[in-house]
């Protein structure tokens, strides 16, 4: 019987460092082929942009990408995609198959979609486990109020706590007791920008016990589901404006990520709760799958309406600049 491709499902909460991580696990695969699946929660896809690869023999893995959106993969409005995009894979030759899950993925379903891949694939890919990546300096503040970051963890073979560098060694080990407590079959790796030693998330071969579907996660919990809503804007912003308005509404969303056009050139947007970051877009996708790009902000909060009314009204009133960037007319839209 063929050995079957190694396919493994990445999660973590918005903001944890997947999309750090999986480039990393890419890099380490050298002279392999790669396929990926990307997925985002909001209707903009803005991981898959940030993706390196794709340099072939030689150099890193050769990866084909995938992308879904506007939901998580276990939901009942995208599952049924996420099978397809798999069995898109069957017969392309891949030494791995990886998924980058949503930082909302809810994956009690698990063992039911593995089952469903299993099926039209024929067993050709040989899932080696989740691994849900941790943030340790938001961890304990958020895993009280969402109850999707939990049942990541409990759902997973590995959990990498990331970020160790930003919290004192005793935060470090509440973090990593809390997880163990969640789930105490796991296996917890400590680290910062996603760096894991060569090998780290390689097992047996043998597929792992994948805990059936837990009616406690049903449901998103007290908060509800959050909700995303994206930005965009045909003309240009002056970088100030832009970084003001981030400040007013960062504190109150889980993240805020993507590209937006500015009078100092493309910026690459990356908001962590009230962390904001901005910089220069070439250097924030170095390297990336710059064809991939979508421009425009997806914002995704808890707050739901109230957010999302404020944002656009502040987001109107940003001055622009005379032109649109194809010298034509303005083109202001939302969605």
Same mark, same amino acid.
């Given at each position: 019987?063929?050995?079957?491709?190694?396919?493994?499902?990445?999660?973590?909460?918005?903001?944890?460092?997947?999309?750090?991580?999986?480039?990393?696990?890419?890099?380490?695969?050298?002279?392999?082929?790669?396929?990926?699946?990307?997925?985002?929660?909001?209707?903009?896809?803005?991981?898959?942009?940030?993706?390196?690869?794709?340099?072939?023999?030689?150099?890193?893995?050769?990866?084909? #990408?995938?992308?879904?959106?506007?939901?998580?993969?276990?939901?009942?409005?995208?599952?049924?995609?996420?099978?397809?995009?798999?069995?898109?894979?069957?017969?392309?030759?891949?030494?791995?198959?990886?998924?980058?899950?949503?930082?909302?993925?809810?994956?009690?379903?698990?063992?039911?979609?593995?089952?469903?891949?299993?099926?039209?694939?024929?067993?050709?890919?040989?899932?080696?486990?989740? #691994?849900?990546?941790?943030?340790?300096?938001?961890?304990?503040?958020?895993?009280?109020?969402?109850?999707?970051?939990?049942?990541?963890?409990?759902?997973?073979?590995?959990? #990498?706590?990331?970020?160790?560098?930003?919290?004192?060694?005793?935060?470090?080990?509440?973090?990593?007791?809390?997880?163990?407590?969640?789930?105490?079959?796991?296996?917890?790796?400590?680290?910062?920008?996603?760096?894991?030693?060569?090998?780290?998330?390689?097992?047996?071969?043998?597929?792992?016990?994948?805990?059936?579907?837990?009616?406690?996660?049903?449901?998103?919990?007290?908060?509800?589901?959050?909700?995303?809503?994206?930005?965009?804007?045909?003309?240009?912003?002056?970088?100030?404006?832009?970084?003001?308005?981030?400040?007013?509404?960062?504190?109150?969303?889980?993240?805020?990520?993507?590209?937006?056009?500015?009078?100092?050139?493309?910026?690459?947007?990356?908001?962590?709760?009230?962390?904001?970051?901005?910089?220069?877009?070439?250097?924030?996708?170095?390297?990336?799958?710059?064809?991939?790009?979508?421009?425009?902000?997806?914002?995704?909060?808890?707050?739901?309406?109230?957010?999302?009314?404020?944002?656009?009204?502040?987001?109107?009133?940003?001055?622009?600049?005379?032109?649109?960037?194809?010298?034509?007319?303005?083109?202001?839209?939302?969605?």
């Amino acid at each position: 019987m063929a050995v079957s491709v190694p396919f493994r499902i990445v999660t973590g909460f918005l903001g944890s460092g997947k999309t750090t991580l999986v480039n990393r696990l890419l890099a380490g695969m050298k002279d392999k082929r790669a396929g990926l699946i990307v997925n985002d929660f909001g209707p903009v896809c803005v991981d898959s942009a940030l993706i390196e690869g794709g340099r072939g023999p030689g150099g890193a893995s050769a990866v084909t #990408v995938r992308e879904l959106r506007n939901g998580q993969l276990f939901c009942s409005c995208l599952v049924g995609s996420f099978i397809d995009a798999v069995a898109s894979f069957s017969g392309a030759g891949l030494d791995a198959l990886w998924v980058e899950a949503s930082g909302l993925a809810k994956p009690a379903a698990l063992l039911d979609t593995l089952g469903e891949i299993t099926a039209r694939t024929g067993g050709e890919f040989g899932f080696r486990g989740m #691994v849900c990546v941790v943030d340790a300096s938001r961890f304990l503040a958020l895993s009280s109020v969402l109850r999707a970051i939990e049942e990541q963890i409990v759902y997973s073979r590995f959990v #990498v706590v990331n970020k160790a560098d930003l919290v004192s060694a005793a935060e470090l080990a509440r973090v990593a007791a809390a997880v163990r407590s969640l789930n105490p079959g796991c296996t917890v790796l400590t680290t910062d920008h996603g760096n894991l030693p060569p090998g780290a998330l390689e097992t047996s071969g043998e597929r792992p016990a994948v805990k059936p579907k837990d009616p406690l996660y049903a449901g998103w919990g007290e908060g509800g589901r959050p909700v995303a809503f994206t930005l965009d804007s045909g003309r240009p912003l002056a970088e100030d404006e832009l970084r003001a308005f981030l400040a007013a509404i960062a504190p109150r969303s889980y993240r805020i990520k993507g590209f937006v056009k500015t009078t100092s050139g493309l910026r690459f947007v990356d908001c962590v709760g009230a962390e904001v970051k901005v910089a220069e877009a070439v250097e924030a996708a170095a390297g990336a799958r710059a064809a991939a790009r979508e421009d425009g902000l997806v914002v995704i909060s808890a707050v739901g309406a109230s957010l999302r009314a404020e944002a656009l009204r502040r987001w109107e009133r940003l001055p622009r600049s005379g032109l649109a960037p194809d010298g034509g007319a303005d083109h202001t839209g939302y969605g």
